[in-house]
């Protein structure tokens, strides 16, 4: 039998259906956006917030169908009656339900418009410094002026084959175990570098989430990765129970989780089971590219105890501070005394003896550390010729001593048996820069900045080598991420008024210099920001005093004073002393826009002959 339509409808009125429908409707609204806002607070997974709308999808029919069955009356709720039957509710009765109906669908629509409201206000506070960021300040502002966790970039695109290895949680009751957690997780990160097409996250980045209290989403988004591998580990009475987890950062489900209760001696072979159930969970295949080999920084021989003293070594090397190189290079030197066939021990023997000699020593002091970080790093390469951490050493040591050929051979043969190596691309893009190649210096840079996206001096290198480029905006923005990362990083803040005294602003150059910390890098800042400033009689005090306490120790930055004063003679001369007293700043001669103002000059051709560099570079000047 067919319907009439006049009275389907009219019945579809009587019943109140339309008005039902249209409540629920706006009332599911309002419970998605609730939803949405109030599940991430308590960390509840996306997957809950799909299932609220699922629901409540299912459920409109639902209800529409029961608004057509039932309806409401002050007796309760009971089956509708037909329009002509007896029984039916009267006119009146009916108006009056139309009209609670209405003021419910009123209610909701008001809460409904102020969610609204309230969230249109918040995306436009939350807006606003990100449109800030995005402009680049004006060229009288000092770009150092107010550092921002915006000025730290997003990775736009997530790989879904992508994790961070969060340092495993010590549960072991003692403080000094820590490096063992630390250790563990760095040789999980070690171990899924090797697989193609797997991005992991550098420890540099990864353990500067230590002890975080933001949720694994916004930990994953901050570090561009997917996925989450986190963890703790006990160790005693030569047992150790470690409990891994991977997890899906995008709805918090867990991928993978395993405890393990081992003998201490089954070490190893734990930490293989790890990574092989994380790779197979992430779907990644141990795939190597040509001349690459598989990298490792275990003993051959099996031996724990000297492991655990390399360990130790790597804690103590990462404070990147004296104390912390001299307490590393004791840990090594257990390590290798214990094993004496420990290659990786070696090679990171070799880096410490050799950051010591670069950084903190001079004269016969220097000479001494860098003959062990020769004699350290010559083993490691006898012992395992295709360990790239020992080429890598290599080539520090022969960047320290100015030896730039071995320096780039040997960052070459480094990258080339670890192509995933982060580590291996930034010292290899640092020796083209030296060398003159900007270009290739900034990619490799930003290439390694992909798996170490939270490493503040690489973004001060990378500012260095934009700039050299032309690239100024870049190089500023670059430089502004850096001093986010590490607001008292030393020598950011200088490197800031450099670039303004690029752009030819005296005001901002000045006030970048004075943001630098106390020290040597605030003294060359100052210096060099004022001699582009209008009073002459104070930049050349400035002159005086940087002569006066840094003659000794910075030279080459003497040298690029005058280059801003436009004296070639005096730069020429101060360069020239650089380079006898092994002033590391040498290195930066054919990437430097002060002193490349002189590079048509017949004296820069051959002092670069003089110091074994090249006599070309892409790099551009300053006028």
Known sequence: MAFDKPGFFEELKRRHVVRVAIAYAVAAWLLVQIATQVFPFFDIPNWAVRLVVILLVVGLPVAVAFAWIYELTPEGIRRTEAADSPGARSEHASRQIGRKLNTVIIAVLVLAVA????????????????????????????????????AIPVPAAIPQKSVAVLPFVNDSGQKDEQFFSDGLSQDLITALSQFAGLKVINRDSAFQFRDSKDNIKTIARQLGVAHILEGSVQRAEGEVRITATL????????LWSQRYDRPYKDLFALQDAITQSVADALKAKLLIAPGAAVQSDRPLSGNLDAYTAYLRGITDFARADETGVRQAIVAYQRAVTIDPGYAAAW?????????????????RAQQQAFAEARRASDRALQLAPDLAAAHSARSYLAFSKSDWREAQSEAQRALQLAPNDGDAKYLYG?????????????????????????????????????????RMADAQQAIRTAIALQPQGTGSHEWAAVLAILRGDAGAALAAAQMEPPGPWHDVAVALALQIGPDRGASGAALKNLIAKYADLGPYQIAETYALRRDPDAVFQWLDRAWKQHDPGVSYLLNDPLILRYRDDPRFAAFCKKVGLPTTTDAVAMK
């Open 115 to 150: 969610l609204l409201g309230w969230r249109v206000l918040t995306l436009r506070r939350a807006s606003a410094p990100s449109a800030a960021a995005q402009v680049p300040p004006p060229a009288s502002s000092a770009v150092t002026q107010a550092p921002a966790d915006s």
């Open 247 to 254: 997890v899906n950062a995008a709805d918090g489900s867990i």
């Open 347 to 363: 090679a990171a023997l070799s880096r410490a003896w050799a950051r010591l000699g670069g950084a903190y020593q001079g004269g």
């Open 430 to 470: 640092s020796v083209l820069a030296m060398l003159g190649q900007c270009r290739r210096a900034a990619d490799l840079v930003q290439q390694a900045l992909v798996t170490n996206p939270r490493h503040a001096d690489w973004y001060y290198a990378l500012s260095q080598y934009l700039a050299c480029n032309g």
